[in-house]
């Protein structure tokens, strides 16, 4: 069975097999958790990921999907990167952020990792509603069949924290 942690701080300094980024579709690095990422990672990331969109990737990751690279400077073996969906009021995108957990689960599988870190996916910048996000990617880690043994959810601020820890408990 997985255990579900929660931590707030900075996910770069977590030690686990996957760091997941809450990456733009571009992969090649942004604002938020996706250049925090970029940045602590150094240049072996972004290699990666120039490498992903010479290849399969040219047009981007679509939404909802995962791909892996090298985790270069951080205390990890890879960094899942998936794009989150931006929240919208009138269409309900709840199932393409499922999707983010659900897949980089997936791939954790692929790869081996025992240990993963998420973010709160959308919840930032893309303007996911912290208590429906919670719900969501909570809902979907324990619902998705896997070999992790821990997802680490590491959430920057007291508010993310709360609404994580908060769904959790119900």
């Not at 069975?1 to 030690?15: A, E, H, N, R, Y």
């Not at 990456?23 to 970029?38: E, M, P, Q, W």
């Not at 990167?81 to 999707?99: E, F, I, K, N």
């Not at 980089?104 to 429906?132: H, K, M, N």
């Amino acid at each position: 069975m997985t255990t579900l942690t929660f931590v707030q701080g900075d996910i770069t300094d977590q030690s686990v097999d996957a760091i997941v980024n809450a990456a733009n579709s571009s992969l090649l690095g942004g604002g938020g958790v996706d250049g925090a990422i970029h940045r602590r990672g150094g240049p072996a990331i972004l290699e990666d990921c120039r490498k992903l969109r010479a290849s399969h990737y040219g047009k981007g990751l679509p939404t909802g999907q995962a791909v892996a690279t090298t985790a270069g400077n951080l205390n990890a073996r890879w960094v899942i990167h998936t794009v989150g969906p931006v929240h919208s009021a009138t269409d309900d995108r709840s199932d393409q952020l499922a999707s983010c957990y659900r897949a980089s689960l997936e791939l954790a599988d692929e790869l081996g990792a025992r240990t993963v870190a998420f973010p709160a996916v959308s919840a930032g910048i893309y303007g996911w509603p912290l208590d429906d996000a919670a719900r969501i990617a909570i809902r979907t880690v324990r619902r998705t069949p896997t070999r992790v043994e821990e997802v680490r959810f590491v959430l920057f601020d007291e508010a993310a924290y709360a609404a994580f820890t908060g769904y959790a408990a119900l």
